[in-house]
């Protein structure tokens, strides 16, 4: 049996596999947890420099500083 002809057998064999487990599936594959892509730290940074930021412009605008 040629290598190709096994690679082909094999993926036809986990193919046969999943159509038995149709609909067994889990709702998703990945997983659910309280994991956040950034950290607490780098958030609270994130969210003082932008409320910052538009406070700091909004004093400025209020003192006639203008958009200049």
């Known amino acids: 049996m040629t290598t190709s002809r096994r690679l082909a057998?094999?993926?036809?064999e986990r193919f046969e596999k999943n159509i038995l487990k149709r609909g067994a599936v889990p709702e998703t594959t990945t997983k659910k947890g309280k994991d956040y892509p950034v950290g607490p730290l780098l958030l609270g940074?994130?969210?003082f420099v932008v409320?910052?930021?538009?406070l700091f412009q909004i004093i400025r605008t209020a003192t006639g500083g203008g958009m200049a």
Do not use: A, N, T
């Open 9 to 12: 057998d094999r993926k036809v």
């Open 45 to 47: 940074f994130f969210v």
């Open 51 to 54: 409320i910052g930021s538009s």
